[in-house]
């Protein structure tokens, strides 16, 4: 019995379950290049050279295996531009009795794929993706009955069950979280490495070339592509940053700096998340740094807390409240996106340098987005869908399972506390700890109130004033609403109008 298997462009493992019990004889492989998958958010150019190429790269290696592969190519005249209409195309082009996929990673994709076996008079199996540590159902089960959910007690759970960095029945190196030790300054001289990155080769350059042609006004330059676009090339990523960058991971995964995108992240979330990388053999690499002395444990630990804990959780979350997630927004929050997150255009210095570097490689790391990116909106009061569907477009990583629940229950607080305990909200003061930024800013950090204040300074006690009903409660926000229980009415209606004239503003 013949089959039709479909592997989707964040599907490109070698292990995925839709390829296990694959007959070479007589089974087809049906990977789609299509137009809707392109624009339903204007990704990043960066983003799609780097799908586009990495599949057309991972179906070439299933060819070269002996695999009958049936590409459609987004240039394919009669390319109808969607998954459902090149299902239905590839069913007329092969005689197949079922079709098989994996578990897509959006929710309204799955929501497409159940509709295929009555619209396409087949049956269609969906299996469960295997390249996570944890299934949906498994997260579910960890999930019901619990009244909060936190990473923490997850991430636990997932390190015994899979005996990652485990001495027995204890945590590698006496605890379970380096956190603490996580929050360094850069010290303004220490070389930051120099990261390998992957010049374009043929395919890519047509890629890119298709990319300039179709899709001219998506947001980002190509000029700076690097992303690592096949198995081997994310090998040599992954065997470059534990060389390079691991060893310092831990000490400055907080730190920011101008004119220095990458620091010591991995930048190894693309490669992951299209599964050019599994999760497991990252973090199996992370250990045996750890265990053969060339990474310390609070670098080690971070990072598989990353990995292991972070990515696995945030993905729980997202296939359990879906769909009613997308439209969180607890602290009804309404304010367009500023243009400034498309331009860059923007005084706020720490703003102009997240947006530049989002421009320029289609990245930016993890406490840029959270706060910098994240806090600014936040704090301005942006309607979180806005926000969330610039991170979706932005961003060589995203992919709805991991971005979402990133932005709706991490950056924006819009799921109200169900996947973090407080909102990520800070002052100018953070980001002055933290970064290099605010020396060279037009605005002066130090200042609370007036034209030259620092923006993020004006907003902040604004911000918790309007937002006093829903988190006034919160105990880890015990300590602001007590110092702002001393101001008096005038000051806190003062302080309001600042935040308005910053607002009017944007
Ligand atoms: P590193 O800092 O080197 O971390 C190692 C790995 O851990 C990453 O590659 C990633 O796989 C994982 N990881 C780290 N933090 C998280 C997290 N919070 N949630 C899930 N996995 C994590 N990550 C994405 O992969 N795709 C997204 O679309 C995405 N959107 C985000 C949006 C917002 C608002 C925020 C605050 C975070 C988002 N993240 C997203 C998480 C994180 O910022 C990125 O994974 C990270 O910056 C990618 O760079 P890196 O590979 O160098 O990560
Ligand atoms: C992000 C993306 C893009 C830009 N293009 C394609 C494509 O042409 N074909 C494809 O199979 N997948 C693409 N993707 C990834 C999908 O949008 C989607 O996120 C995943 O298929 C969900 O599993
Ligand atoms: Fe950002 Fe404020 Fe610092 Fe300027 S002063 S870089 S706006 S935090």
Request: some cysteine; proline content about 5%; aromatic content about 10%.
């Amino acid at each position: 019995m013949s089959v039709l298997r479909v592997v989707l462009g964040d599907q490109l493992s070698a292990d995925l379950p839709t390829l296990a019990d694959l007959d070479r004889e007589h089974d087809v492989v049906l990977m789609m290049e299509v137009a809707q998958e392109a624009t339903y958010v204007r990704h990043h150019k960066q983003k799609l050279v780097l799908f586009l190429s990495a599949m057309r790269h991972f179906a070439a290696d299933l060819a070269a295996a002996g695999i009958r592969v049936d590409y459609v190519r987004l240039d394919d005249p009669a390319n109808t531009g969607s998954f459902d209409g090149e299902v239905a195309r590839a069913l007329q082009r092969h005689r197949v009795e079922r079709v098989v996929v994996t578990e897509p990673g959006e929710w309204r994709v799955q929501q497409a794929i159940e509709t295929w076996s009555t619209r396409l008079g087949r049956p269609v199996e969906i299996r469960a993706d295997t390249r996570f540590y944890a299934s949906r159902a498994r997260f579910e089960k960890w999930a019901r009955g619990r009244r909060t959910w936190r990473l923490e007690h997850f991430y636990r759970e997932l390190r015994r069950e899979h005996g990652v960095l485990m001495d027995g029945d204890q945590p590698a190196g006496g605890a379970w979280n380096f956190d603490p030790e996580n929050r360094k300054r850069l010290p303004p001289d220490l070389p930051v490495p120099t990261r390998r990155r992957f010049a374009p080769d043929a395919v890519t350059r047509e890629v890119m070339a298709l990319v300039e042609a179709r899709f001219p006004d998506h947001f980002g330059t190509l000029d700076a592509f690097g992303w690592p676009v096949t198995r081997t090339e994310a090998l040599a990523a992954l065997a470059d940053f534990v060389d390079s960058a691991l060893p310092r991971f831990g000490d400055y995964q907080d730190a920011m700096k101008a004119g220095a995108p990458f620091l010591f992240h991995s930048l190894l979330a693309p490669a992951l998340n299209l599964g050019l990388l599994s999760a497991r053999e990252v973090c199996a690499a992370a250990e045996t740094a750890w265990r053969d002395g060339r990474a310390p444990i609070n670098a080690v630990e971070g990072f598989v807390r990353q990995i292991l804990g972070w990515r696995e959780y945030v993905r729980g979350v997202y296939w359990t409240l879906m769909p009613d997630y997308a439209a969180s927004n607890r602290l009804n929050a309404s304010r367009p996106l500023p243009d400034f997150y498309w331009t860059g255009d923007t005084d706020m210095r720490c703003v102009a340098q997240a947006v530049a570097m989002t421009c320029d490689h289609a990245y930016s790391h993890h406490i840029q987005r959270l706060m910098v990116t994240g806090n600014f909106a936040l704090l301005a009061g942006v309607a979180p869908e806005q926000i969330e569907r610039w991170y979706l477009a932005v961003y060589a990583d995203a992919l709805e399972w991991v971005e979402m629940p990133n932005t709706l229950g991490m950056a924006t607080f819009a799921d109200g506390g169900r996947m973090a305990s407080k909102p990520y909200a800070a002052s100018g003061a953070y980001i002055d700890r933290m970064s290099d930024f605010c020396r060279g800013c037009a605005y002066d950090v130090k200042q609370k109130t007036g034209p030259k204040a620092c923006p993020f300074n004006r907003l902040y006690w604004a911000f918790l004033i309007r937002n006093r009903g829903v988190l006034e409660g919160n105990p880890r926000l015990a300590m602001p609403y007590r110092t702002l229980a001393a101001w008096s009415k005038e000051r806190q209606a003062a302080c309001l109008a600042e935040a308005d004239s910053v607002l009017e503003g944007l």
